[in-house]
Nanobody, 124 residues
């Protein structure tokens, strides 16, 4: 069964860091773009960061300079390092695999496989 499984979420204080991991199983995703999205209560799910199969990256403005997306194709895993966390970063974070085999994709509709999500809560 092909799936993505996130881990690393938790409760932290403002200013602290977390590293989220997303492990893929069932197939190799090295040829596909990957993304991290988040959804806060009462809000739409939004893109946080994306990485192409070649390692090019994109960051949404609210997190730019504070997060870093990376991938380890040997481990079939994508990471999201989040620093200087703010209360407004509180959300469920999802990783996703793009439908296409090249490029960086910003639209949720470009992703066809999603993890179950991991909760990140930042207290002030």
């Amino acid at each position: 069964q092909v799936q993505l499984v996130e881990s690393g979420g938790g409760l932290v204080q403002a200013g602290e860091s977390l590293r989220l991991s997303c492990a893929a199983s069932g197939r190799t995703f090295s040829s596909y773009g990957l993304g991290w999205f988040r959804q806060a209560p009462g809000k739409e799910r939004e893109l946080v960061a994306a990485i192409s199969s070649g390692g090019s990256t994109y960051y949404a403005d609210p997190v730019k300079g504070r997060v870093a997306i990376s991938r380890d194709n040997a481990k079939n895993t994508v990471y999201l390092q989040m620093n200087s966390l703010k209360p407004e970063d509180t959300a469920v974070y999802y990783c996703a695999k793009s439908t296409y085999s090249s490029g960086i994709y910003l639209s949720q509709g470009s992703y066809d496989l999603w993890g179950q999500g991991t909760q990140v809560t930042v207290s002030s």
